[in-house]
């Protein structure tokens, strides 16, 4: 009995001892892995025109057709990328989604990447809400 006890008290303060496993988070985070999958970002390039040109490869690349992508033309009084075409509507379902980077590697103008935020909770993230800055 005795000796349950101090076995007992010993696996206790083993673990008084130790250094916590858990993190406070929201304020702390752990860093990802520098390869970690995270939320897609759409681009700019630095003139402010999009770097999408609505051309649905990385629609077609997507094993779960997670991405809708919807091209319009661009004119000489609304022009929003370089090219012929822009993405009028480019959608993610992240309900969808298996975060596998298909999208980002079938990209020939390194419009979309994945970069490493995991904190998602939008139902469906629209072309608005995609482009940074
Ligand atoms: S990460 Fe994979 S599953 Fe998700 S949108 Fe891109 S290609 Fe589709
Ligand atoms: S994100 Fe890239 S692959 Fe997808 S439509 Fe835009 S330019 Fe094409």
Redesign the pocket.
Known sequence: MIGDMVRGLVTTIKHVIQRPVTIEYPEVRRPVQPRF?GRHWLHRYENGLEKCIGCSL?AA????E??WVEAEVNTDDERYSPGERYAKTYE?NYL?????????DACPTEAIT?GHMYELSLYVARRRDLHQG
Do not use: D, L, W
Not at 61 to 64: F, K, L, S, Y
Not at 96 to 104: A, M, P, S, T, V
């Open positions: 999958k990385c690349a997507c094993p779960v997670a991405i993610i969808r989604c298996i975060f596998c980077g298909y999208c980002e994945m």
